[in-house]
């Protein structure tokens, strides 16, 4: 059998952590290696080229196609306003002539003699882009943006929605067991990234809009919920564009969850302290899990040891499946030969001992992750 | 290209988009067998980006397995020395996503669908098709273009000498797109005309310059007739030469094997063909992965591949509860779901999809969705296999009864000799008459129909090494490839519960003789032997449909199979479930218990 491991989610205290910010297209990088910068700095800029209309010349001007280009009322390459004459063409013995207004602002970008039409392109709109995390400028893509370097604690949670934001952590739950519950948020949780426990409902989350809460970080949230929230059946895992008003990150789930208590306590470990979160989740070949990385520069210890490659005797992992998902262990067993499941299905298992009463099951080994110690 | 004189062995591999699957076969005293096989995790990510890696790794499975040198170094050895080496080595690829291609024509029913089916036959993913009439505003199909960054182009429009004003607009509204390519800036972009030939120079002019252009005959020079070869010989030349050789690891890769890297759904498509020419029979082929589903078909002799590029059991099991509705998926659970817990558990699926059932209900959950994954799959599979549309023809008394008409669809499902299936929740359910009854659920074949499965997924090994040694790839196939598991009867029709349907009869050796009545609303499964052929005599009621009228027996062959002959009186045109939830549990269970489904009641 080919080796296959589950790497599994890193929780951890201390991370050191690159995140690239670029571009959409060339632009201006507005920082230099070595820069000190904040989540809000503006690290680069650049204009995003305007969309392209298509105008029909030579059916507004009832012009043979090859007359188009002599119709031009400014050269090719000219900015152009709203309603200004860009073309025209004089009707019959010079009287009647017909003219052709600018769609919208814009420039005269092409035109064809074959079709007769004109391709003209509305103006460029501004991009620009922040540092997203406290750190230093590592690198600089010359044109393109600039790598960030960071160090801090991280988590990385199995699914979210919404975008980048920022904010101070706060705990509302009372722990990691407990439901994030409507009633717990207020007013003082505005611009915060607030930590719940096991599960929260769209009640809740619509409460935590109203207030303007900028991230909600929980264990387990209903498919029925995320539904209503965006207003569809999420059908391919591909999110971070949404425009929800919060980003909204499951450490764990879907459904009740109670959240890891590692991810828990390190969570509780930053209350008060600045983090930078991101929602964007993408489930496909080159997996992208939310995050939340809250920085600490040049206040860490030595790093944390990193994950071995497999699994091992002992080693820490979650199961994420049923019958026993959610639930955290260590492995006791490595059995090498196949095992039958309740499924009828032959598979390669291990032992695990649970880590809250102590009890053994037999787990798939394709369905458990990897905790890091 | 012809085989070598004598091949004694022959390695094949398969880049998926996340394994790689490597077989050995060799030449042995009852012909080319299977000896070995090997996977390992595909590597065109970062940190190796580069897919040979995957390969190599793939392949010393094999040579650990086998105590086989097969490599030197980082090299396939390669002819065959002593016990070292292999004469011939083939592969195919869909790392990184397969091809994923844009087509567009003039107008979307006409030739945006025959290039449709050109791209999707040559084993591409089609994107977006783009036509003047798809409702888009030309700047909406520009941004289109731009956003979606496909690998290659195929602009097609207007017939031989037809329109070619219209033709250069959409060569226009590409050129201001100006889009780039998925893999990198660094190459143009490959752009294929297969239109209007008298457009041919000035589409070049509009293009030539900013793609990488490739002209080939028109692929609808008439109205009346598709001429799709062309076009699919020259996607795969330009995947060969622009795509692949610029993924990572690819250019490595193409100098290994003498035999050019097929996509893998073109692969598997060449050996569906294959099986319908030999055989004198309709064939459907499907693939069903974690993210798509392929179909593939041949009646008429046409053949017709689809993509259904969001339908699978894993990354996009989600999308299949958003096309299918739940209520679709709960009515083939036999016990109560809570609604709110049926779709955690999909999404919990999605966000962790190597995951495997553990629970028997699980298990019963996931064939559940795959029968809706399937169903939708065939759905978009009917309506894309279709004649040619826009055709004027002369209508007689007999199309007048029959409703036929231009651009109905060819699927037949009373026509369909063998229905094929593959893919994990298929070729590794733990008992085969699960991916049975999965397929016959989710397609309902009419009539009497063969079904197989590809016991470990290797027709695309199969299909690229049939373009090279066809003796060799067929006789894999036959012996250690499909698995035949038996035959369904399912007459058209219906009538109340209980009521007599059809009566069927065996007689061959090792089978018992005795006529078997079956009344409706009932599945039964009759043994037969996993090999050899038998004499099927099946007998509808009154009101019932085999194929050869209301009420009219039919005799034919059939092949034994590990499964069975499963009798389906469940009723066709229409198949009902009943509706109350009780009711549906009840009959539900009873057919699993009737066909030993699974090893206890659920």
Redesign the interface.
């Known amino acids: 059998m080919a080796h296959s491991y589950t790497p599994g989610l890193r929780v951890t205290s201390h991370a050191e952590l690159i995140r690239e910010r670029r571009l959409p297209l060339k632009g201006d990088v507005l920082v230099q290696a070595g820069d000190a910068v904040e989540a809000r700095t503006v690290v680069a800029r650049t204009d995003l080229p305007g969309n392209v209309q298509t105008v029909n010349l030579a059916a507004k001007l009832s012009l043979d196609p090859a007359k188009v280009p002599s119709a031009l009322a400014r050269p090719l390459g000219s900015a152009v306003r709203k309603g200004e004459i860009i073309a025209e063409a004089k009707g019959l013995f010079g009287l009647m002539s017909q003219k052709v207004e600018a769609p919208s602002d814009g420039t005269l970008e092409s035109v064809s003699s074959i079709t007769g039409q004109l391709i003209f392109r509305e103006p460029p709109l501004p991009i620009e882009v922040e540092a997203y995390v406290r750190g230093v400028v590592d690198e600089v893509l010359p044109g393109e943006g600039v790598r960030i370097r960071t160090e801090g604690a991280f988590l990385q949670g199995i699914f979210g929605v919404g975008g980048e934001t920022h904010g101070p952590v706060a705990m509302v739950s009372s722990g990691p067991e407990a439901e994030l519950t409507a009633d717990l948020l207020r007013p003082e949780h505005r611009d915060h990234v607030v930590v719940g426990g096991c599960y929260v409902s769209h009640a809740t989350l619509m409460r935590a809009r109203d207030l303007r809460v900028a991230a909600v970080v929980v264990g387990g949230f209903d498919d029925r919920d995320l539904r209503q929230l965006l207003g569809r059946d999420l059908g391919v895992a591909i999110t971070g564009s949404e425009t929800l008003g919060f980003t909204l990150i499951l450490t764990e789930g879907f459904g009740r969850i109670a959240m890891a208590a590692r991810s828990w306590n390190l969570l509780a470990a930053h209350v008060g302290e600045l983090a930078s979160v991101s929602g964007a989740t993408q489930i496909r070949a080159g997996v992208m899990r939310p995050e939340i990385i809250i920085p600490r520069i040049g206040e860490m210890s030595a790093p944390a040891a990193e994950m071995g490659s497999g699994f091992e005797l002992g080693a820490h992992i979650r199961v994420i499946r049923a019958p026993y998902f959610g639930r955290i262990g260590a492995v006791s067993a490595l059995p090498p030969e196949l095992h039958d499941l309740d499924s009828g299905t032959r598979v390669r298992v291990m032992h695990v001992r649970f880590t809250d009463d102590g009890s053994e099951a037999l787990v798939p080994r394709a369905n458990v992750e990897l905790i890091e110690r | 290209m012809s085989a070598p004189p004598l091949v004694r062995s022959i390695l094949a591999t398969d880049c998926g988009?996340?394994?790689t699957k490597a077989i050995l076969i060799e030449r042995g005293e009852s012909g080319y067998r299977l000896v070995s096989r090997?996977?390992?995790?595909t590597t065109v990510?970062a940190p190796f980006e580069d897919v040979t890696r995957g390969v190599l790794n793939?392949v010393r499975?094999i040579e650990e397995l086998r105590g086989r040198r097969m490599l030197d170094g980082d090299r396939i050895l390669t002819p065959q020395n002593g016990d070292e080496g292999v004469d011939l080595y083939v592969s195919t690829s869909s790392a990184?996503?397969g091809l994923q291609m844009m087509v567009s024509g003039l107008v979307l029913q006409m030739t945006g669908e025959s290039a449709q089916r050109a791209a999707l036959g040559a084993g591409a993913i089609v994107m977006d098709v783009i036509a003047l009439n798809d409702g888009r505003?030309?700047?909406e199909k520009?941004?289109r273009l731009r956003q979606l960054r496909p690998d290659m182009i195929l602009l097609s429009g207007g017939t031989d000498g037809g329109d070619t004003?219209r033709v250069?607009?959409m060569a226009?509204?590409l050129a201001?797109?100006d889009p780039k390519a998925r893999l990198g800036a660094g190459y143009e972009l490959p752009v294929i005309f297969a239109g209007n030939q008298a457009a041919v120079p000035?589409v070049r002019e509009c293009l030539e310059k900013r793609t990488a252009l490739l002209v080939v005959p028109n692929l609808r020079p008439t109205l009346e007739r598709e001429n799709l070869r062309p076009a699919r010989d020259a996607i795969h030349e330009l995947f060969m030469e622009h795509v692949m050789a610029h993924a990572p690891g690819y250019k490595k890769l193409m100098t290994w094997s003498r035999v050019p890297i097929m996509p893998t759904p073109g692969a598997v498509g060449l050996i569906i063909e294959k099986i319908a020419k030999r055989d004198s029979i309709a064939v459907v082929g499907v693939d069903i992965g974690g993210?798509t589903t392929d179909v593939f078909s041949v009646f008429q002799e046409v053949f017709n591949r689809t993509v259904s590029a969001?339908l699978g059991m894993s990354?996009?099991v989600?999308?299949v509860?958003?096309?299918a509705g739940i209520e679709n998926i709960l009515r083939w659970v036999p016990f109560d779901v809570d609604?709110?817990?049926l779709?955690?558990?999909?999404?919990?699926?999605?966000?962790?999809?190597?995951?495997?059932?553990?629970?028997?209900e699980?298990?019963v959950i996931e064939q559940a969705i795959s029968r809706e994954a399937l169903r939708l799959a065939f759905e978009q599979h009917k309506q894309l296999a279709t004649g040619l549309k826009g055709i004027q023809t002369e209508r007689t008394i007999s199309d007048i009864v029959n409703q036929s008409e231009s651009g109905a669809s060819l699927v037949d499902l009373l026509q369909l000799g063998l229905l094929v299936g593959s893919g994990g929740v298929l070729s590794?359910a733990?008992?085969r008459v699960q991916s049975a009854l999965m397929m016959v659920d989710a397609f309902l074949p009419e009539g009497v129909t063969e079904l197989a499965v590809d016991s470990i997924f290797m027709a695309p090994q199969l299909g690229v090494l049939s373009t090279v040694h066809e003796e060799a790839a067929t006789q894999v196939f036959e012996a250690d490839c499909l698995i035949r598991l038996g035959s369904v009867v399912a007459p058209i029709g219906a009538a109340r519960e209980g009521q007599p349907c059809v009566t069927v009869q065996l007689t061959g050796p090792g089978v018992d003789a005795s006529p078997r009545r079956v009344a409706f609303g009932e599945l039964v499964v009759l043994p037969l032997p996993a090999d050899g052929k038998l004499r099927l005599t099946a007998t509808p009621e009154k009101g019932f449909d085999l194929g050869a009228g209301k009420g009219r027996p039919i005799e034919t062959e059939i092949r034994g199979g590990v499964v069975g002959l499963i009798v389906d009186a469940r009723g066709r045109r229409p198949f009902q479930l009943p509706s109350t939830t009780a009711e549906r549990i009840r009959r539900l269970r009873a057919w699993n218990a009737a066909l030993s489904v699974?090893?206890r009641e659920v």
């Open positions: 988009s996340t394994t090997g996977e390992a995790p990510e793939a499975e990184g996503g505003r030309p700047h520009i941004q004003l250069v607009e226009e509204i201001a797109a000035m993210a969001n990354y996009s989600s999308n509860l958003a096309e609604e709110v817990e779709r955690n558990r999909i999404k919990n699926k999605m966000i962790r999809p190597t995951t495997i059932p553990h629970t028997l699980d298990l590794h733990p008992r699974y090893p």
